[in-house]
């Protein structure tokens, strides 16, 4: 005789993903939280451990729950305690490791650079994993490692812990393109306008007039700020501020874009066409 095969009760089964993706949502978050404590490949290596962890302790959660629910509680609560000891002497030991500091230090991933990708038929230079891109120039640029040099040798030792400078200019150097990605503490509109002061700074600190529109929200996880003057030899700087979270892990970032050229109206209908990641506001 043939035994009968036993049916999971979907019921059962869809509460058990729920339980298990709560699990992992919450144990991400944690060695999220604490990977960003971390410098450099540490940090990088404790944000994929704690992905890993992430789908342990959702496996763990769910796995266990279908098995009290089945009648093996033995095994359930083995399953359940190993997951959770493992899961916590992780947190334990890498949160003992992280240094005590406020900075927030880019992971080696958001250092990545960019690429070109074609998307909807049209070129544009993408982050790799961060998600924010920019319509491909129509004058030629090619990189300027002279100007990302120069700019970190000005800001001193920590600069580039909490800064990484993408510069590009054309052959005759009259047109001059800067990226400058930093970690945020959130996406609100009042560190995007503290974000924009900053990037501003150094042209107020010359005496130049810096015309400035105050920060504006673009959804609910991003937001942009303007700023612009007029140069001394006749060219204008553009900027644009933006705030924006990154798809996957959650982390807040700003990104000034500014250009550096001839007077004129192609600056800022370039910087308007950036596009970051961006959740929809509660009315939408």
């Given at each position: 005789?043939?035994?009968?095969?036993?049916?999971?009760?979907?019921?059962?089964?869809?509460?058990?993903?729920?339980?298990?993706?709560?699990?992992?949502?919450?144990?991400?978050?944690?060695?999220?939280?604490?990977?960003?404590?971390?410098?450099?490949?540490?940090?990088?290596?404790?944000?994929?451990?704690?992905?890993?962890?992430?789908?342990?302790?959702?496996?763990?959660?769910?796995?266990?729950?279908?098995?009290?629910?089945?009648?093996?509680?033995?095994?359930?609560?083995?399953?359940?305690?190993?997951?959770?000891?493992?899961?916590?002497?992780?947190?334990?030991?890498?949160?003992?490791?992280?240094?005590?500091?406020?900075?927030?230090?880019?992971?080696?991933?958001?250092?990545?650079?960019?690429?070109?990708?074609?998307?909807?038929?049209?070129?544009?230079?993408?982050?790799?994993?961060?998600?924010?891109?920019?319509?491909?120039?129509?004058?030629?640029?090619?990189?300027?490692?002279?100007?990302?040099?120069?700019?970190?040798?000005?800001?001193?030792?920590?600069?580039?812990d909490v800064h990484q400078l993408w510069?590009?200019?054309?052959?005759d150097r009259a047109v001059t393109v800067?990226?400058?990605?930093?970690?945020?503490?959130?996406?609100?509109?009042?560190?995007?306008?503290?974000?924009?002061?900053?990037?501003?700074?150094?042209?107020?600190?010359?005496?130049?007039?810096?015309?400035?529109?105050?920060?504006?929200?673009?959804?609910?996880?991003?937001?942009?700020?303007?700023?612009?003057?007029?140069?001394?030899?006749?060219?204008?700087?553009?900027?644009?501020?933006?705030?924006?979270?990154?798809?996957?892990?959650?982390?807040?970032?700003?990104?000034?874009?500014?250009?550096?050229?001839?007077?004129?109206?192609?600056?800022?209908?370039?910087?308007?066409?950036?596009?970051?990641?961006?959740?929809?506001?509660?009315?939408?």
């Amino acid at each position: 005789m043939i035994p009968a095969r036993r049916v999971v009760d979907p019921r059962r089964m869809m509460l058990a993903l729920t339980i298990g993706a709560t699990a992992g949502v919450i144990v991400g978050a944690l060695g999220g939280s604490i990977a960003d404590g971390l410098v450099g490949r540490a940090a990088e290596s404790a944000t994929s451990a704690s992905r890993l962890l992430a789908g342990i302790a959702a496996f763990a959660a769910g796995g266990a729950y279908l098995l009290g629910a089945a009648g093996h509680r033995r095994a359930a609560i083995l399953l359940a305690s190993g997951a959770s000891i493992g899961v916590a002497t992780w947190l334990v030991v890498v949160a003992s490791r992280a240094p005590v500091r406020a900075a927030l230090t880019l992971l080696e991933s958001d250092r990545a650079g960019l690429e070109v990708v074609e998307v909807e038929g049209r070129s544009w230079v993408a982050h790799r994993t961060l998600g924010f891109r920019l319509p491909q120039p129509s004058v030629a640029l090619a990189p300027a490692e002279d100007i990302v040099r120069e700019t970190s040798d000005r800001a001193g030792p920590g600069w580039r812990d909490v800064h990484q400078l993408w510069a590009f200019e054309s052959s005759d150097r009259a047109v001059t393109v800067t990226l400058d990605l930093t970690r945020a503490d959130d996406v609100s509109l009042d560190a995007l306008d503290a974000r924009a002061r900053a990037a501003a700074g150094p042209l107020r600190a010359q005496g130049i007039e810096v015309e400035a529109q105050d920060a504006r929200s673009e959804g609910a996880r991003c937001g942009s700020a303007r700023f612009g003057a007029a140069l001394e030899h006749g060219g204008r700087v553009e900027a644009r501020v933006l705030a924006f979270e990154a798809p996957t892990s959650h982390r807040a970032f700003h990104l000034v874009a500014t250009i550096v050229g001839p007077a004129g109206a192609d600056a800022r209908e370039y910087l308007d066409e950036i596009v970051v990641p961006c959740g929809r506001s509660a009315s939408e």
